[in-house]
């Protein structure tokens, strides 16, 4: 199950019941169906975006997954390179979450591809809610949409804002309306379209999978609670 799986890697869901069955699981290994790599996997990115695990154990985590499974794991990281390659005028932002914003991989991808470009990095803290609250079939307040993605719609030596990142998965549920914020001369880019491809490239397998290690208990996590 993969609720058990992922309650190895917080202190606050481990339980006896958890260790008892991570204790088996190394002993004996374990019978998983084929979702399961796909559940364990996009659970470790909602921690790591939820800054609940260090990208460091998000890191390895995935690649045992993508060692044992012969598929593919499909991640995403903020457009950041497509984005500098479309603005015209040298003003980009980035609106994700408070830890996407911090994260060092972001840096990264800024001072690699987007070097040359003014970037507007904008922590939106409450966004990411506001798209589940959409996702669910509430009713979202224009104005406090509009107040949340506001600053990353800024002016810099001359420039302004034309192209935006969607730096979260959640942020598609609410194009329309950032969209709406942004006005005609915004591009909004996101990784969507691209991820979507990729996965229709990917295998389809109906085999369940055999997971055992040996070694899970030398690689519990450095996890924030």
Known sequence: DASIAVAWCFDDETTPATEAMLDHVVATGAMVPTTWRFEVGNALQMAHRRQRITDTFRDNALARLREAYAVPF?????????AAAQTRTGVIGVLATPGTVAREYTHALIHTFAYHC?????????L???AERK???AALDPRALAAEVAPVFRKRDGGKTDVVVL??????FVEPLIRAVAGPNVQIVDTGEPVARQLRRLPCEDRPRRFCSRSLRSHRPVARA
């Open 167 to 172: 730096g979260c998965t959640h942020y598609p």
């Open 135 to 137: 996702l669910a079939g």
């Open 128 to 130: 990411a809610e506001m």
């Open 118 to 126: 003014k970037v507007i990095l904008h922590g939106a803290p409450s």
């Open 74 to 82: 499909v991640g995403t990281v903020p457009a950041i390179k497509p």
